[in-house]
């Protein structure tokens, strides 16, 4: 993770444009290059614009984005689909201030939990949403359960230990 050269300061978050979901795929992209720091990846590389399309809602940071999140419903709750930053931003507080507007936004949409997967044992992983408060859930319902199973069926699981997690609100 690179070292901030600026002080604290997240850009601002924002719901995204559709026309910026290009972007936000490049970002995606760029952002998955610092997981091979770490040995894991490459990625399968799928085609996040139309993940976006069905998202319940996607928050940029900054204009133009450095920084996104996706989130969808998933079991009656918020899912984080994809949480990414570009490596410039790394350490400024973009990812958390991403996460924490996704959790408003599911905190007034009066859903009772967020979930995701994520790698256990990467730094800017499952580490991260502990400390935010998330919990490794050991048996997802149904369609978390099936995420899960998606990501084995697609190798993900073969980059390391993935987990399913849970902040309940």
Do not use: C, K
């Not at 979901?21 to 760029?30: D, K, V």
């Not at 507080?93 to 995701?116: C, M, S, Y």
């Amino acid at each position: 993770m690179s070292v901030p050269t600026r002080p604290f300061d997240p850009a601002p978050v924002r719901v995204a444009r559709p026309e910026e979901y290009a972007r936000l795929r490049s970002i995606e992209l760029e952002a998955d290059d610092l997981y091979l720091t770490v040995g894991i990846g490459p990625f399968p590389v799928d085609d996040v614009h139309d993940r976006l399309d069905e998202m319940a809602v996607v928050f940029a940071a900054g204009d133009p984005p450095v920084g996104f999140v996706g989130v969808e419903l998933l079991d009656g709750e918020a899912h984080i689909d994809q949480l990414s930053v570009l490596a410039a931003e790394g350490g400024r507080g973009t990812g958390r201030a991403l996460l924490d507007e996704a959790i408003r936004w599911a905190r007034h949409a009066g859903l009772p939990a967020v979930t995701l997967t994520t790698f256990r044992d990467v730094p800017w992983n499952a580490p991260f949403y502990r400390r935010v408060g998330f919990e490794v859930v050991t048996e997802p319902a149904s369609g978390l359960g099936e995420r899960r199973a998606d990501e084995r069926a697609e190798g993900f699981d073969r980059f390391g230990t993935r987990v399913a997690m849970r902040l309940t609100l």
